[in-house]
T-cell receptor, first 114, second 112 residues
Framework: KAGVTQTPRYLIKTRGQQVTLSCSPISGHRSVSWYQQTPGQGLQFLFE???????NKGNFPGRFSGRQFSNSRSEMNVSTLELGDSALYLC?????????????FGPGTRLLVL | EDQVTQSPEALRLQEGESSSLNCSYT??????LFWYRQDPGKGPEFLFTLYSAGEEKEKERLKATLTKKESFLHITAPKPEDSATYLCAVQGVETSGSRLTFGEGTQLTVNP
């Protein structure tokens, strides 16, 4: 069974630009969560989508947004990029949401903002 | 608010030298505790899920245990390929959805 895939793997942007990252969950998984990982803050929860609805949201500004499609694929968007948005963005999927389900992570998208 | 603290931040071992990593957590009620392994530049790889105090799980040289306040990841006779960052995460019963709260991780280096 194929794992979680994320595209692109690497991205370089300049301040003020916007970026869209994509995540395809494991086949059959309906919950997709996004995390930001930085050396100083560790792994921080961004948001979760389940059946095309945002289920939960972390403490990030409104510049960070996401959506989920009917095939469970998800995208996250960051508008008006800042230098501090440089990070590894990780997507994780699980079969369901809110129960004892293990989340499986993708390889991540490394974003560098110059 | 769920909280996770991992110690030590970094650990250097000689090949074959067994040790333990600690994960202390604070939740109103535990739904699950998760251990992941992360190699540089890669996403976290799932290792174990523990649900209740007293539970233990093993995989090769790794064994995870759980009490009401902390979890330990025991590494027996480690090999250089066990070098990685080990992450602990919790889900509390008051957490909606699948949100995980992570610790900062323990960076393990095993020298040959």
């Amino acid at each position: 069974k194929a794992g979680v895939t994320q595209t692109p793997r690497y991205l370089i942007k300049t301040r003020g630009q916007q970026v869209t990252l994509s995540c395809s969950p494991i086949s059959g998984h309906r919950s997709v969560s996004w995390y930001q990982q930085t050396p100083g803050q560790g792994l921080q929860f961004l948001f979760e989508y389940f059946s095309e609805t945002q289920r939960n949201k972390g403490n990030f500004p409104g510049r960070f947004s996401g959506r989920q499609f009917s095939n469970s694929r998800s995208e996250m968007n960051v508008s008006t990029l800042e230098l501090g948005d440089s990070a590894l963005y990780l997507c994780a999927s699980s079969l369901l949401s809110g129960v004892k389900e293990t989340q499986y992570f993708g390889p991540g998208t490394r974003l560098l903002v110059l | 608010e769920d909280q996770v603290t991992q110690s030590p931040e970094a650990l250097r071992l000689q090949e074959g030298e067994s040790s333990s990593l600690n994960c202390s957590y604070t939740v109103s009620g535990l739904r699950g505790l998760f251990w992941y392994r992360q190699d540089p530049g890669k996403g976290p790889e799932f290792l174990f899920t523990l649900y209740s105090a007293g539970e233990e799980k093993e995989k090769e040289r790794l064994k995870a245990t759980l009490t009401k306040k902390e979890s330990f990841l025991h590494i027996t006779a480690p090999k250089p390929e066990d070098s990685a960052t080990y992450l602990c995460a919790v889900q509390g019963v008051e957490t909606s959805g699948s949100r995980l709260t992570f610790g900062e991780g323990t960076q393990l280096t095993v020298n040959p």
